[in-house]
């Protein structure tokens, strides 16, 4: 079984995370970047297959730019087998349409039986790369996932779906995407950080994927304008000397909020 | 049948029971502030009635519908909807930034080749054509986008807009659909949480009292929703709440659970963490009770009270119940 893990570079959430108000883009050194922590959970989903299954393939792909590269190599580090990156210029910026055939382009040419994703990353937050990607493959989809079970030639699960847990199933190929709900990813250990240097870590431009950035090929979402919100300023703070929720209520009522 | 020129398309969600999701009305509501909202429902064999109703009342000035099977995941919402699209050539779809309205506008737009703008708050229009509003890293941007060319594909946020439609005289349209053939997951079905009480959904609502990990246990977390009910509140909490399992994970808020912007927003025991704040910061008010001085939920805080949860807002709660005797 060959296993395509979605990991993708983000903004650490801890951090002050910025747009640029020029480009629209992500501010890349306002913050530190780190592999978002939902790509980590879909790897150890993969792993976890893979410990219990000899012979199990995970690839980590990631679209991100040449700067991006020590985060690829954490999904190595994690457990990956080999990695691949696409990179190129006319990536930055890409919408989640040239996103989603970018990566599917990505899969088509490895070969995949199980693509796992996040169910939405922390900064575009789209939450729609999984289902792009199962059309532009013609696999079936099993998004926002809080369990699976992946057999041999099938995968099923529990969908955590708008009005409650459905029991979803699909014969592979096909793509899952995964919620917060599964653990996080076992930490990269001394031996993983080691081996992961010498892991296969494929470099792929569009070229080598057919794949067109030019703005005529299909339309394209594009930002035309951004504008910061000033910061929140903190109000009064007290403190509870036994009267506070006295106090509190009084402070509800006077703004008219009860 | 012909369609208005500047029609919008608007995907309403349908509840596993067959009533239309509520985001319907706000649906359709923005899609009458850019254009002329047509709606389409698509639902099993015979219980869309309520769903179409809905979806006229709340201004639709057709209702499309088309049957499909719900044991089949996603695809047969997309082949009606392309069928729709092509039969109405709106200026833009609009989709519910639902986990099911996601899935339906990420196939469609990877199908069709349109553009896709995700979780909007707003909608207007310029001369160029449709303008989709975000409000992005927990409220800290707000961003415009547009299509370069063709009619969007945009999913609005639920509860962000409150513009709303006059109701329309029902007039219904069966779709044909030619199925994709594309394959699909088997869909079991949902086990429908049960709505508790009365009490408000949490994306909407006006006002939020959320709890944090400080309230220790499962049975203790009954104090937030004691103080909502109080205050006719949602029900909100941190990821360390839900993580400890003291609440289910649809009542997460933050980065990577609901964006809630009420005119009240109660934070109890709660840290304050940037991920949880990034879904709280754009709330009117304010209020947090820790009893940590230095917690960062204090710099975003209107009223913060340094304290107990447990004596403070039992207190609080009285005061309350006392007032509206
Ligand atoms: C604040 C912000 C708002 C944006 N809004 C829009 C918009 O409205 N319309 C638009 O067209 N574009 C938008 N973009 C661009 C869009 O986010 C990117 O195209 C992005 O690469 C994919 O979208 P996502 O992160 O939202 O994906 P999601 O659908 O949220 O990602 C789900 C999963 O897909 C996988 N995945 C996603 N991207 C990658 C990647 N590059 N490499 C590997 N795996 C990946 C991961 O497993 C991830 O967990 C926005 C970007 C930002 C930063
Ligand atoms: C990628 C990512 C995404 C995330 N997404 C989210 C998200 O969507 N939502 C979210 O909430 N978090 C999210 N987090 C987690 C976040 O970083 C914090 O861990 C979490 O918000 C902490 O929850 P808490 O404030 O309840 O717990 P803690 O940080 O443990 O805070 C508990 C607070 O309770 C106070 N307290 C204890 N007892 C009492 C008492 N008796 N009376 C008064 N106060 C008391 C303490 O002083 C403390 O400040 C995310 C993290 C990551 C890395």
């Known amino acids: 079984m060959k296993i395509f893990v979605l990991v993708k570079e983000v903004p650490d959430t801890y951090g002050d995370r910025r747009l640029n108000l020029e480009t629209g883009l992500v501010d890349r050194n306002a913050s530190e970047p780190v592999l978002d922590e939902i790509t980590e959970r879909a790897l150890e989903v993969a792993l976890e297959y893979a410990d219990a299954n000899p012979g199990t393939q995970v690839v980590a792909l990631s679209m991100a730019p040449e700067s991006a590269t020590p985060s690829v190599r954490r999904a190595l580090a994690i457990g990956a087998e080999s990695a691949v990156q696409i990179v190129h210029d006319d990536l930055a910026g890409a919408d989640l349409g040239l996103t989603a055939e970018v990566l599917a382009a990505a899969i088509r040419r490895g070969g995949a039986d199980l693509v796992i994703t996040g169910n939405v990353s922390t900064d575009g937050s789209g939450g729609v790369i999984p289902s792009m990607i199962a059309e532009h493959l013609g696999f079936a989809q099993l998004t926002a996932l809080s369990a699976v079970e992946i057999g041999s030639g099938s995968v099923s699960g529990t969908r955590a779906s708008d009005f409650g847990a459905q029991p979803v199933s699909a014969q592979l190929p096909a793509v899952i995407s995964i919620t917060e709900a599964f653990p996080e990813a076992r930490f990269p250990n001394f031996k993983g950080i080691m081996a992961a240097k010498k892991k296969p870590l494929e470099v792929l431009s569009l070229a080598d994927l057919g794949v067109q950035a030019d703005p005529s090929a299909a339309p394209r979402t594009i930002m035309t304008s951004v504008s910061e919100k000033p910061p929140r300023a903190a109000g009064v703070k007290i403190t509870d000397e036994g009267d506070a929720g006295a106090q509190l209520a009084e402070f509800l009522v006077q703004n008219r909020l009860v | ?325």
């Open chain 2, 1 to 325: 049948m012909s369609y208005p020129e500047n029609a919008i398309l608007v995907l309403v969600d349908v509840t596993p029971t067959g009533e239309a999701a509520s985001s319907t009305a706000a649906l359709i509501g923005a899609a009458a502030q850019i254009g002329t909202p047509v709606a389409l429902v698509v639902a099993p064999a015979g219980i869309a009635q309520a769903a179409v109703d809905a979806a006229a009342s709340a201004g639709a000035v057709s209702v499309l519908t088309a049957e499909a099977d719900a044991s089949a995941l996603t695809v047969p919402v997309v082949d009606a909807l392309e069928a729709a699209y092509n039969a109405v050539q709106p200026d833009a779809v609009l989709v519910s930034n639902s986990i099911a309205g996601r899935d339906v506008a990420g196939r469609f737009a990877a199908r069709t080749r349109a553009a896709l703008a995700v979780d909007a708050v707003g909608l207007s229009r310029d001369e160029e054509g449709v303008v989709a509003h975000h409000s992005v890293f927990g409220g800290a941007y707000r961003v415009n986008s547009a299509a370069t060319y063709g009619a969007p594909v945009i999913t609005v946020r639920q509860g962000a807009v409150d513009a709303r439609a006059e109701a329309q005289p029902l007039n219904v349209e069966t779709l044909a659909v030619s199925p994709s053939g594309m394959p699909a997951a088997l869909a079991g079905e949902v086990a429908i949480v049960e709505k508790a009480s009365s009490r408000p959904e949490l994306r909407g609502a006006t006002r939020v009292v959320s709890g944090g990990r400080g309230l220790g246990s499962k049975e203790q977390f009954v104090l937030v929703e004691q103080l909502a009910d109080t205050l006719s509140a949602a029900v909100g909490a941190s990821r360390a709440a839900v993580d400890a399992g003291f609440v289910p994970q649809s009542h997460q808020v933050g980065q990577t659970g609901v964006s809630v912007s009420p005119q009240l927003y109660v934070a109890l025991g709660i840290s304050g963490a940037i991920q949880h704040r990034a879904g709280m910061q754009t709330s009117k008010m304010i209020v947090a009770i820790n009893k940590d001085p230095d917690a960062p939920i204090f710099d975003v805080a209107d009223f913060g009270i340094v304290g107990d949860v447990f004596k403070v807002v039992p207190q609080a709660i009285e005061a309350l119940e006392a007032r509206k005797k």
